[in-house]
């Protein structure tokens, strides 16, 4: 895709950042009045969300859907098998508008994995964004495409940031009211997911959640990233670890009646070191590989921990420079791959009990098949010595026989 300032970069698989300092400055001049509605909608919603969110407690999860992963078209057929070997049954498919003329190519693609719970991120372009006439077409096209295959489509894709395409909420709320006004004469049985706001920037949220549009979304998403902070345990604005950003944002979608409080995570990783320039960010946020298997497996322990994410969705299986496979030489697992397939022989099916932290041990005690366990680790580079359990996997799988300690690599720790 190339359209003036909006390129696509097909290292890291999104847009490239604009340079055009003027041609910034112009698109959000353009939509100033909308970023006032922004700053008055959030004077009033964010510190009672904030001072509401612990009002709003856990809920039971369905573990079956909650482990989620992305595959790309331009990755091959290879995914399929990989998936099967993942055991993963949530799967999130990119259909970029600017490539709708290949349409038909993303539904056969999609259809190869049956059996599996299916999302298509509908991902916006200017054209599409500019020209209401063109992405109704488009839009209809897709949901009659995708019929009987899936029922879950995001709609738009990374809203609060102008290299995405959107100047402005507003924009995007034009945008989505498309697809609400097709879904409610015509497919009414598909879910609309939405607003797909990146990073923890839940004001751009607020926006879209509490406007005047007669719209609704189905499920709320977020590309909830935190990989600048380090580790899924950091903490961002004083105390906003991965844990509460969750619960802010499950109580904002709580509070909106232009949406349900079902959540889902739809995009997050962490860029990979010395992958340049796959990888989607600086060298600096980058982490090695054994830390990028570390912080994933903690991130989806933490998120699952809440009991307030319907799906999480890794991006994404084949990646150079942030996925669980590098396909630069053919295929190549890394551990991180291990450390996913072994996450989901565990916990996917199991029932979350309880999670606990105290400093920085961090417990999630789960039920699976009428065994209790607990995952284990700690937030830093301490070790404390585990004793009184049955049997302990490390988290690639491998059963640990003697001087067994809580370290940064969370264990499967089996109650006696």
């Known amino acids: 895709?190339?359209?003036?300032?909006?390129?696509?970069?097909?290292?890291?698989?999104?847009?490239?950042?604009?340079?055009?300092?003027?041609?910034?400055?112009?698109?959000?001049?353009?939509?100033?009045?909308?970023?006032?509605?922004?700053?008055?909608?959030?004077?009033?919603?964010?510190p009672i969300s904030v001072l509401a969110t612990p009002l709003f407690r856990s809920k039971s999860v369905d573990t079956t859907k909650f482990f989620g992963m992305s595959?790309?078209?331009?990755?091959?057929?290879?995914?399929?098998?990989?998936?099967?070997?993942?055991?993963?049954?949530?799967?999130?498919?990119?259909?970029?508008?600017?490539d709708i003329a290949n349409l038909k190519s993303y539904v056969e693609f999609a259809k190869y994995f049956h059996g599996c719970d299916l999302t298509i991120n509908i991902l916006q372009d200017r054209p599409h964004i500019e020209h209401k006439m063109m992405l109704?077409?488009?839009?209809?096209?897709?949901?009659?495409?995708?019929?009987?295959?899936?029922k879950n489509f995001q709609i738009g894709n990374a809203i609060n940031r102008l290299k995405w395409g959107f100047a402005s909420v507003q924009e995007y709320l034009d945008f989505y009211e498309v697809a609400y006004n097709i879904k409610r004469n015509s497919f009414k049985e598909y879910n609309l997911i939405g607003p797909s706001v990146i990073d923890f920037e839940y004001h751009y949220t607020i926006r879209a959640l509490f406007s005047k549009y007669t719209i609704y979304f189905d499920k709320v998403s977020a590309l909830l990233y935190v990989d600048r902070r380090?580790?899924?345990e950091n903490t961002q604005l004083i105390s906003y670890d991965t844990s509460k950003k969750i619960d802010l944002l499950y109580a904002i979608a709580s509070l909106s009646k232009r949406s349900s409080n079902k959540l889902i995570i739809s995009e997050v990783n962490w860029p990979i070191s010395n992958t340049k320039p796959y990888a989607p960010t600086s060298e600096q946020e980058c982490v090695s590989l054994e830390t990028y298997a570390c912080y994933m497996l903690r991130y989806y322990l933490l998120a699952l921990g809440t009991k307030k994410v319907e799906t999480v969705f890794w991006h994404q299986l084949i990646a150079p420079g942030y996925g669980l496979i590098d396909n630069r030489d053919g295929i190549k697992k890394r551990e991180a791959f291990n450390v996913y397939k072994t996450m989901i022989a565990f916990l996917q099916g199991c029932e979350v009990l309880r999670f606990s932290h105290s400093k920085e041990l961090y417990v999630l005690t789960c039920k699976k098949e009428n065994r209790k366990f607990d995952v284990i680790w700690v937030n830093g580079e301490h070790r404390v010595e585990l004793t009184n359990f049955h049997e302990v996997y490390d988290m690639y799988g491998v059963q640990l026989l003697k001087e067994i300690q809580i370290s940064k690599k969370p264990i499967y720790a089996y109650h006696k």
Not at 3 to 23: L, M
Not at 72 to 89: A, H, P, W
Not at 136 to 150: D, H, V
């Open 1 to 46: 895709m190339k359209k003036g300032q909006f390129v696509w970069d097909n290292y890291s698989d999104q847009p490239h950042v604009i340079k055009d300092k003027n041609f910034k400055k112009m698109m959000r001049q353009k939509h100033w009045f909308d970023y006032v509605k922004l700053l008055v909608i959030n004077f009033f919603i964010y």
């Open 71 to 98: 595959v790309n078209l331009d990755k091959g057929l290879e995914q399929v098998e990989l998936i099967e070997e993942l055991g993963c049954k949530n799967i999130l498919i990119r259909v970029p508008l600017h």
């Open 136 to 150: 109704q077409e488009s839009l209809t096209n897709i949901f009659i495409a995708f019929k009987g295959i899936a």
């Open 230 to 232: 380090g580790a899924p």
